[in-house]
């Protein structure tokens, strides 16, 4: 996906831009496990994400007797959006 994960710190919640050292610009905590875990969220989403829309675009090709190119994108497209914004929800 290309929108870029954004951290916020777990102590005083301030989304950090930056993080020099490893640490809270603001409060200085330690953040690099946070950073970590946020990371494999992000990846465990963008793993649901693909399958899901994969799914999602066969049964809609499958259900219209197959569509183009461009309308498979399309679809993909939406889908995949919509699928990612579910899974930020939910995971
Ligand atoms: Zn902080």
Wanted: aromatic content about 8%; overall charge neutral; charged content about 25%.
């Amino acid at each position: 996906m290309p929108i870029p994960p954004k951290f916020h710190c777990p102590e005083c919640g301030v989304e950090m831009k930056r993080r020099p050292g490893g640490k809270c610009p603001e409060c200085g905590v330690d953040v690099r496990e946070h950073v970590r875990d946020e990371r494999d969220r992000e990846e465990r989403i963008e793993k649901v994400v693909a399958v899901v829309s994969t799914i999602l675009v066969l049964a809609l090709s499958l259900f219209a007797g197959g569509c183009s190119v461009v309308e498979g994108v399309l679809v993909y497209a939406v889908a995949g959006f919509a699928v990612w914004y579910w899974g930020r929800g939910t995971f």
